[in-house]
């Protein structure tokens, strides 16, 4: 078996650093809601920017975004949308900050009518890349086509997150071997 090309090609620091998301989280399914938030924070961080530079200041965004906890970002004001703005550990953009606190109000919403954002995904799952985006559109802040699209494919919804020999992929269809093929 192979690795996704991608890995191999790698050189150290970096080939470590991705290595370990690739092989503990990339494609891996998420059931916990605030984790789920915290990968669309990630994704959205991303846009723009490397992958590389968003895992590097992941424990900044934990930080900064109160583990990811949906209520307690969608009660943010001002003062913590200033707060965002100055942390030198978080990417500081104003679009991406708003977007997270009213992404979390959304998703507040979806928890009340779906049960949780799992079942809210649940629930539109199978769909094509393109009827994703028209949710996400619909549904949420900052969310274009790669964003969506990365988002899906890094929690399992969408196939690509890896090499169908990569042992990686191999160990997400144990786990779940209905979850990439619908």
Partial sequence: ??????????????????????????????????????????????????????????????????????????AYTEVDRERLLNDPGIIRNKLKINAAIENAK??????????????????HHPKTRDEWMKIFKKTFKFT??????????SIGYLKGAHDEDCPVHQQILRLNPMWMKK
Wanted: hydrophobic content about 35%; glycine content about 6%; charged content about 25%.
């Fill in 1 to 74: 078996m192979s690795y996704c090309t991608y890995i191999p090609n790698m050189t150290e620091p970096s080939k470590s650093l991705h290595k370990k998301y690739h092989d503990f989280h990339y494609g891996f399914p998420i059931h916990d809601d605030n984790e789920l938030f915290g990968r669309l924070i990630l994704e959205i961080n991303q846009a723009g920017l490397s992958w590389e530079t968003i895992l590097k200041k992941e424990d900044g965004f934990r930080r900064a975004y109160d583990n990811f906890n949906i209520q307690k970002i969608a």
């Fill in 106 to 123: 959304a998703l507040l919403l979806l928890q009340e009518e779906y049960g949780s954002f799992e079942k809210w995904l649940e629930h």
């Fill in 144 to 153: 274009g086509g790669e964003i969506v699209n990365e988002f899906l494919m």
